[in-house]
């Protein structure tokens, strides 16, 4: 059985139907958004009809929450300008399945499926520090979770006691060890932060015990264009090509 796991869309449509079509040529059984379908790019709207018509399980971000009206943080200048536009955007059924996304989700309670980190919703797992708490967490109040899979920094990461995987800019697959709790962030498909343009994403084969991740190419150039049509941040384009 293979997983399609992914997150941190941020209504990039190129992007996410540039990974939807790799799920689809591999086949996978089931696919899991990991949160912040919606923010920093020009087509919500459409990224929340693509994700309902392949039937991809859904949790919040905290940007899809900051969009249906939670807002408990110091947001930015050009963040609320995206959320505001993206409000406009959305039809109230759409405003609807944002608001009514769980926080959660896990399959047969060995694989836990979280926006920021099993800790808290919003907590950004970026030090060992926060790792380490994070994967004592685990193995104290869920020793039965596997792997948690996570988003939120746009980083893609594989993090265990026994190591950490980073820089992971081109298509590869790890093979994980099942004496070991992971924490997996397959990074962002629509706003890569880790110095790589290409949308990230990753297919986890629940036989082999193992994560393939895929970074793609898509039409930057048309959704760097859009930013500017619809009259959002340019800073938003310009950070594209240099996935920062």
């Not at 969009?67 to 409000?87: K, P």
């Not at 793609?216 to 049509?229: H, S």
């Amino acid at each position: 059985m293979k997983f399609g796991i992914f997150g941190d869309i941020h209504a990039n449509l190129e992007a996410l139907s540039t990974v939807l079509d790799l799920m689809k040529q591999e086949k996978v059984d089931q696919i899991f958004c990991l949160g912040d379908i919606v923010g920093y790019n020009a087509n919500p709207a459409e990224c929340i009809e693509l994700l309902r018509k392949q039937e991809v399980l859904c949790i919040s971000g905290n940007h899809d929450r900051f969009t249906s009206g939670e807002v408990d943080a110091v947001i930015r200048a050009e963040t609320r300008q995206v959320i505001e536009y993206t409000r406009r955007a959305l039809s109230d059924d759409q405003m609807d399945f944002i608001a009514s996304l769980p926080e959660e989700r896990s399959w047969q309670d060995i694989f836990l499926f979280v926006h920021g980190s099993p800790r808290h919703k919003d907590e950004y797992i970026n030090s060992l520090q926060v790792a380490r708490s994070n994967l004592n967490l685990l193995r104290r109040e869920k020793p039965y979770v596997a792997i948690c899979f996570y988003g939120h920094t746009h980083l893609p990461y594989v993090i265990s006691s026994k190591e950490i995987i980073t820089d992971i800019h081109y298509t590869k697959t790890i093979e994980l060890d099942k004496k070991f709790t992971y924490l997996i962030n397959t990074g962002s498909v629509g706003q890569p932060r880790d110095q790589c343009p290409l949308a990230s994403c990753a297919i986890f084969d629940i036989d082999q015990h193992n994560i393939t991740y895929y970074r793609l190419k898509y039409d930057i150039t048309t959704t760097q264009k859009k930013i500017i049509d619809n009259g959002l941040d340019p800073k938003l384009a310009s950070r594209l090509e240099k996935g920062r």
